[in-house]
């Protein structure tokens, strides 16, 4: 099953661009579940902030009783703002208060998975290997996907091994597609485990030292989102969920892309 959405739902950007002008915020996920007919959304706001319970609640009770989440790890766990690397230990106050922030959506059955995005500073080597399987045992037995910004993980001659070490380490994995730039990896479709994810954040040409304004405003042609189908059809017979989810925000074009590929998909099933 190939399901498409975005990265985040509420943006005061997408009034009028998204959301009607009336449409208070709090309503927005119900029309984005509703009127809008997506069946789960990825969670960025707890990047920044730990969820409360009562926004937790609040989500599940204006969504249908099927809508689930992906939910972005804190970034005091993927540390993408340290300068400390190579990253060593977990920070476990951290992990604790995350993990008691999205009890609700786990005990309701809510939580597709965890999703961890690691900085271009994250780079493949044996201490960042052991920081991934602390960090997969202080998640417990939540799924957990792994999206990598820095392109030795996923080097022709040694993305077999960085596949194997998820599989072997219950690990997931995030193929990004991202800015064309020699820092940054190329898109390298796979699915590690039972949930194949797409993350789309633009093809931007400056993607270091871009402010998030521009990084993110990027609106997927038609043949660009066709180019992601082959791609989506083949993760899809690998895993039990397929996910595309746009992280190119601004101004509603995340949306837009998200529908229009949602549209896509349809209509080649109908050819």
Not at 8 to 34: C, H, I, M, Q
Not at 92 to 98: E, G, K, N, P, Q
Not at 153 to 173: Q, S
Not at 241 to 268: D, P, Q, S, W
Request: glycine fraction near 6%.
């Amino acid at each position: 099953m190939i399901e498409t959405t975005t990265s985040g739902f509420s943006f005061k950007d997408w009034k009028r661009t998204v959301y009607p002008e009336n449409l208070k915020p709090s309503d927005y996920l119900a029309y984005f579940n509703r009127e809008l007919g997506f069946r789960l959304v990825e969670i960025n706001s707890t990047y920044y902030n730990f969820l409360s319970h009562k926004t937790a609640y609040s989500w599940m009770k204006n969504t249908d009783d099927d809508f689930k989440f992906v939910i972005k790890l804190n970034r005091g766990l993927t540390q993408n703002e340290s300068r400390d690397y190579p990253l060593k230990e977990i920070n476990a106050a951290v992990a604790a208060d995350f993990m008691n922030s999205i009890e609700p959506i786990v005990q309701e059955g809510r939580l597709i998975a965890l999703l961890a995005q690691f900085c271009p500073m994250f780079t493949r080597n044996r201490a960042h290997g052991e920081y991934l399987i602390k960090l997969r045992e202080s998640m417990g037995d939540l799924p957990l996907l792994i999206e990598f910004r820095h392109p030795s993980w996923l080097k022709p001659d040694k993305r077999d091994e960085t596949f194997a070490f998820l599989a072997r380490h219950n690990l997931g994995y995030v193929t990004a597609d991202l800015s064309d730039n020699p820092g940054l990896p190329p898109i390298t479709p796979n699915v590690v485990g039972d949930t194949g994810y797409l993350r789309l954040h633009g093809r931007p040409e400056k993607w270091f030292g871009a402010g998030m304004a521009q990084r993110y405003n990027y609106n997927y042609n038609d043949s660009e989102l066709k180019s992601f189908i082959p791609v989506l059809r083949s993760m899809d017979k690998i895993g039990k969920l397929t996910i595309a989810a746009f992280n190119n925000c601004h101004g509603g074009l995340a949306m837009h892309n998200a529908l229009r590929l949602r549209g896509l998909l349809a209509e080649e099933e109908n050819i």
